[in-house]
């Protein structure tokens, strides 16, 4: 079997509304999803897809780029089940763009687990669960207005609760107490500052304000190369701190263990560069003893599949994981949708990655305007 063809598709999809408007963290505002979807060809009429998910400034249209102008040429004519010769040769084809990496790997996967007739989860080594426990994320908002936003989420059924923080110290607080009131004391409640805290000071400070509403885990507060302030946070407060936009790459797994920076590592397929680099970066945390989760672009069904093909795969998943982007968006492009229930995400059981695409949601989002893409 030979690879023929790569073909991208940039499109945008819309985000479920927070409080009537877009939904805003410390990332900033999100409308809509720009990402790219990606097929891969082969000459025994086997397509493989895959998904490129950002949140960051590299998203759909630079990702689509970056594949046709230099992953697609890595590897057309080559055999698409050798995915880990395949990984290196992806890997050299251009310089960081993991997320694009992502999704052309994610596609080989996909014709690899078609090909062999399996789900992608026996090609990671086969299910150590059935499912994936999920956490929901609460934007930036009034304090009443994320209560009510989390109250609804644990009425889903979500058992854990992750508070976008690092808005201004006395709302940080405002919201974790009211957020904390709402829920109840049986469900996890856990605080992501996605980058925004100033000093390894500031984030121990507001640690001590808030970590009497049983905080789970701390996330990210500093800057992704701030690994020795980083560390001196995780000396300095009670709850475990979990490193987020520090680790991309297994590289940058490793610095963070070197540093002592972390108790707990995020891990991302899209900003891996694929699930192979995903797993090295499970491996390794599992040497060190940290355990990690799963974290969201917020992809749409594709990358969530793979993800979820991930979670239930690997040994050291501990934390409730983010495998549930397609819940933030308004509609999804699966023919059949994810099984997401009760706070639990389901590995599709259908071969390779067992989604499907349905074009006509393709097609509508592929013409959407560009619009509020922040
Ligand atoms: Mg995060």
């Given at each position: 079997m030979r690879i023929t063809g790569v073909r991208t598709v940039v499109v945008w999809g819309p985000r479920r509304l927070a409080y009537g408007g877009s939904y805003r963290t410390a990332l900033g505002a999100s409308a809509v999803s720009e990402h790219a979807i990606v097929f891969v060809e082969t000459d025994v009429g086997l397509t493989g897809i895959g998904e490129a998910s950002s949140v960051?400034?590299?998203?759909g249209r630079l990702l689509a780029r970056d594949i046709d102008a230099a992953i697609a040429p890595a590897v057309i004519g080559e055999d698409p089940t050798r995915i880990r010769h395949l990984a290196e040769r992806i890997e050299a084809s251009?310089?960081?763009?993991e997320e694009a990496k992502a999704a052309v790997e994610m596609a080989l996967w996909d014709i690899t687990g078609k090909h062999l007739g399996v789900p992608v989860y026996a090609l990671l080594g086969g299910k150590v669960r059935d499912r994936v426990p999920l956490s929901y994320s609460v934007p930036f908002g009034e304090p009443d207005q994320m209560a009510a936003f989390a109250a609804e989420r644990v009425r889903a059924g979500h058992r854990t609760i992750k508070v976008k923080i690092g808005n201004a110290h006395a709302r940080d607080i405002a919201a974790v107490a009211a957020v904390r009131a709402a829920i109840g004391p049986d469900v996890k409640l856990r605080v992501d500052a996605n980058m925004a805290l100033p000093t390894a000071k500031d984030a121990i400070r507001l640690v001590a304000a808030i970590d009497r509403y049983d905080i789970e885990l701390f996330e990210?507060?500093?800057?992704?190369?701030?690994l020795s302030a980083m560390a001196e946070v995780r000396r300095g407060i009670a709850p475990p701190l979990m490193a987020d936009e520090s680790i991309r790459t297994p590289g940058d797994a490793m610095d963070v263990i070197r540093h002592g920076a972390a108790d707990i590592a995020n891990v991302y397929v899209s900003e891996a560069g694929g699930l192979l680099a995903a797993s090295k970066i499970f491996t390794l945390c599992e040497a060190a003893g940290l355990p990690c989760m799963i974290g969201s672009m917020p992809e749409f069904g594709i990358g969530t599949a793979a993800q979820i093909h991930l979670g239930v795969a690997?040994?050291?998943?501990g934390p409730d994981s983010?495998?549930?982007?397609?819940?933030?968006?308004?509609?999804?492009?699966?023919?059949t949708p994810l099984r997401i229930e009760d706070g639990f995400a389901y590995p599709p059981e259908a071969p390779g990655l067992g989604v499907e695409i349905d074009m006509r949601v393709l097609e509508r989002w592929q013409q959407a305007a560009p619009g509020d893409v922040s």
């Open positions: 960051f400034r590299r998203r251009i310089d960081g763009a990210q507060p500093l800057a992704p190369r701030a690997m040994t050291n998943l983010d495998t549930c982007g397609s819940l933030y968006h308004a509609e999804d492009l699966l023919v």
